[in-house]
């Protein structure tokens, strides 16, 4: 059985990109932006290819680089570990006539968990906690109420995709890292608000 997306749901999805790299400008030249604009573009993690080209362009990105290729390394046990603990907290979620049911809408959430944690390593890569799109986040929190997606759920997702991310380093670094992934939290809780 496969999902069916209404037209407004389609109409949605493609403007639902929330990262922006606007107020990088800033700080960095437009050929470090583009870097990561093309990432983005293409939908996926810096690669070392990438990572080593900023450090080439912007010498004080070397340690952050470096934090942000630990995380998509780990990228997929951190996304299963973060799914493991949602479904232990709401453990009938995927069963028939709930929120993450049929198997196809739950896949689609433990994707929008790989995508948070993409975007996020985009900002700690950046050295920039504020990486998101205003824009891409309304039509984020549109889709998702088109979709019915269960927000306290995806709220907790995330909350334990940064404490099992977060235990990859240091505490110093913990400190350091937690905004990143706080941005991204507060700006989902908005949605709640709507």
Known sequence: MSMQLSDRAKQLI????????????????????SIFQQADDEGRYLTDEDLEMLKNLAPDTAKSGEKSRLLREQA????????????IHFPNITAPGNDLYPPERAEACWRDFWHFL???????AGKKSEFTSQEGLKNMQLLYQELQVPLSAMIY????????????FSKEEKDGLSP?????????????QA
């Not at 493609?14 to 606007?22: G, H, K, N």
């Not at 997702?157 to 990859?168: A, D, F, H, I, N």
């Not at 992934?181 to 709640?192: D, G, M, P, V, Y």
Request: charged share 20%; with cysteine.
């Open 157 to 168: 997702g995330l909350e334990e995709l940064k404490m099992v991310s977060l235990q990859q």
């Open 14 to 33: 493609p403007l639902a990109r929330i990262v922006s790299f606007a107020t990088w400008k800033d700080l960095y030249s437009d050929e470090v932006i």
């Open 180 to 192: 990143y992934f706080e941005h991204l939290i507060s700006a989902l809780k908005q949605f709640n």
């Open 118 to 124: 993409r975007c996020i390593t985009y900002g700690i």
């Open 76 to 87: 997929s046990n951190l996304v299963a570990e973060a799914r493991e603990q949602l479904l």
